[in-house]
């Protein structure tokens, strides 16, 4: 009898050993940083239109595949330290929290800056991971927050929620603007004078906490950007799904003065009474321009600076952004 109530004590004990490891690993990996999780919510969604796609992941309670992006309104007494960015050992994922001051001061410019790319370029070839690698804004360490987004050839689609204590009407406003388009050369194409930037679908928005159970906004529009873009590779921007040209090319006046490849001015080229164009600086060089309606705007160059100034008022504690692939 002995024998058996050993056998069945060393029995529970294995038990509660191995439903403690379930538990550590459903249950922690919650709590290292990103939420990765391809949570496909019944059925496959490949071969469907955009339109098709959003209208899917509305109809499931928009539980589709995702990242997360999670932006916290904190006070003027929030620990700095936790603005530190390390990556899982184990996993290698970043953290998927940004810190902002739950009421923002006009003195100070609070800034999420956000980097991708086009899903055929040289940055997209190194596999980046998503996640936070700055979780703080200028107002608790001097500087803007930074978010890596892996790139996606048709993007994503985007939605918000402000959730928290609807007391005092908390509110987050999201101002977009572009910061830099890098070619795979190099070359900061907006720096150069060749990106036309008509701006964004939505250039601006502001998002509140509703009473009741919070619906999710589609606030994708803050990415969509409309303008011109002149290239001096073409590959990855000038041909449509058939493989016909669609950009329109032209001459600029480059300099390169230390011959790396990387042009530190470009400028309009002079053009004579004969049509023949010349430099006064520089050399001739041909760009081919792709114009853009409502484009992903990540997918304009190779790397691709994109930056949010944050307004917060009314004790905003969080917004959850997620980005939805469209495949």
């Known amino acids: 009898m002995e024998n058996k109530n050993s056998s069945l004590y060393i029995v529970i004990l294995g038990v509660l050993a191995l439903s403690g490891l379930i538990a550590y690993v459903v249950l922690g990996q919650k709590d290292v940083s990103v939420e990765l999780m391809k949570s496909y919510a019944g059925g496959n969604q490949a071969s469907v239109d955009s339109g098709s796609v959003w209208a899917a992941l509305k109809a499931k309670g928009l539980q589709g595949e995702h990242y997360t992006l999670n932006i916290h309104g904190k006070s003027d007494s929030f620990n700095k330290q936790d603005c530190t960015v390390v990556p899982d050992p184990v996993t290698g994922q970043y953290s998927n929290n940004i810190f902002v001051p739950s009421y923002s001061s006009d003195a100070v410019k609070n800034q999420i800056i956000m980097t991708s790319g086009n899903a055929k370029g040289k940055w997209a070839a190194t596999a980046p991971t998503y996640g936070v690698r700055d979780a703080c804004t200028a107002s608790f360490d001097g500087d803007a927050a930074e978010l890596v987004l892996p790139p996606n050839e048709k993007g994503y689609y985007v939605t918000s929620r402000v959730l928290g204590k609807p007391t005092d009407n908390p509110e987050i406003t999201l101002d977009g603007s572009l910061m830099w388009v890098v070619?795979?050369?190099?070359?900061?194409?907006?720096?150069?004078?060749?990106?036309?930037?008509?701006?964004?679908?939505?250039?601006?928005?502001?998002?509140?906490?509703?009473?009741?159970?919070?619906?999710?906004?589609?606030?994708?529009?803050?990415?969509?950007?409309?303008?011109?873009?002149?290239?001096?590779?073409?590959?990855?921007?000038?041909?449509?799904?058939?493989?016909?040209?669609?950009?329109?090319?032209?001459?600029?006046?480059?300099?390169?003065?230390?011959?790396?490849?990387?042009?530190?001015?470009?400028?309009?080229?002079?053009?004579?009474?004969?049509?023949?164009?010349?430099?006064?600086?520089?050399?001739?060089?041909?760009?081919?321009?792709?114009?853009?309606?409502?484009?992903?705007?990540?997918?304009?160059?190779?790397?691709?600076?994109?930056?949010?100034?944050?307004?917060?008022?009314?004790?905003?504690?969080?917004?959850?952004?997620?980005?939805?692939?469209?495949?």
């Open 183 to 327: 070619d795979e050369n190099g070359n900061d194409l907006l720096v150069l004078g060749l990106v036309t930037d008509n701006g964004f679908q939505t250039p601006s928005g502001t998002y509140s906490r509703t009473t009741g159970k919070v619906k999710a906004v589609d606030i994708t529009g803050l990415f969509e950007w409309n303008g011109g873009v002149c290239y001096f590779s073409p590959e990855n921007y000038c041909y449509d799904a058939a493989g016909q040209y669609t950009c329109t090319d032209r001459n600029t006046c480059c300099t390169d003065a230390d011959a790396d490849g990387v042009y530190e001015t470009c400028t309009d080229p002079t053009v004579a009474l004969d049509g023949t164009e010349s430099c006064t600086v520089g050399s001739l060089i041909p760009v081919s321009c792709q114009d853009y309606v409502n484009e992903w705007v990540f997918n304009i160059g190779d790397f691709v600076g994109y930056m949010w100034d944050t307004y917060t008022d009314g004790n905003f504690k969080l917004s959850n952004i997620r980005f939805y692939p469209v495949r």
